[in-house]
């Protein structure tokens, strides 16, 4: 077990508050964590199995897990409750380095939230994307590819909503609460509807395409949700 953190009881007592609609909410409060494990407090029990991550506690006290962008993952095991259709996912998120593409939060063959840094490595761009086997090619939806992110060692909050619709149309991207503008990335594919399948959620990517950097409090709805949990946690990540 990792030691008590120092949130006082009232910042505990709004962690565990479960978001409405939430079928996987990582929180990371200080009881039920270990090296290897965090916990769901959804209720469906989409634990999170840690390989490679170390924890990290923030002057707040909120934990938070590090991936070192060579080949640390937390994996969540598939279950029904994470089988969707239309759904939302959010995080907090803090760049060590960026370089390439970078996988944070994915289900293969169903969805990938990554980001992708140019070149010169002076701005990042945000994707969600899905390989289509008919075309062979990456498609989805992407923000602009500059002046999305361009800083390190700075916490943001993304929320990813998907409505069921065609990947390419029905995405959209809030970047600390604030839309951000879309377009088709690659091709349209054939790729028209959701899918689903039996494979594990993965955050902190895979190889060639690894995480470098902090991740806290992940969240994943059954639903769109238009307001997240970014007021309510962003003193905790002093924002």
């Known amino acids: 077990m990792l030691r008590r953190n120092v949130l006082d009881s009232g910042w505990r007592n709004i962690l565990r508050k479960v978001p409405a609609n939430a079928v996987l909410y990582l929180p990371a409060l200080p009881e039920g964590l270990s090296q ?10 989409n634990h ?3 390989a490679g991550a170390t924890w990290t506690r923030l002057n707040s006290g909120l934990w938070v897990l ?17 089988n969707l259709t239309t759904w939302t996912t959010e995080f907090w998120f803090n760049f060590a380095t960026l370089a390439g593409e970078q996988w944070v939060f994915y289900k293969a063959s169903c969805y990938a939230i990554s980001f992708y840094t140019s070149d010169a490595g002076v701005s990042t761009g945000i994707y969600v994307q ?4 008919d075309t062979a090619k990456y ?32 995405i959209a991207f809030y970047l600390d609460d604030v839309q951000v503008d879309t377009a088709n990335y690659e091709n349209a594919g054939t790729f028209t509807a959701p899918r689903t399948n039996t494979n594990n959620i993965r955050m902190g990517g895979e ?11 992940p969240t994943q709805y059954n639903t769109v949700v238009d307001n997240g949990t970014y007021p309510r946690t962003r003193r905790l990540l002093g924002v």
């Open 139 to 170: 498609i989805g939806r992407r923000t602009a590819t500059t002046g999305i992110i361009t800083q390190t060692n700075t916490w943001k909050h993304l929320r990813v909503t998907y409505n069921g619709g065609v990947l390419t149309t029905d």
């Open 36 to 45: 290897a494990t965090i916990p769901d407090y959804s209720g469906n029990g």
């Open 66 to 82: 590090s991936y070192d962008g060579i080949d640390d993952v937390t994996q969540i095991t598939h279950s029904a409750s994470i």
């Open 48 to 50: 999170g199995t840690i």
């Open 130 to 133: 899905v390989w289509d086997d």
């Open 207 to 217: 190889p060639s395409l690894w995480f470098s950097g902090k991740l806290a409090l």
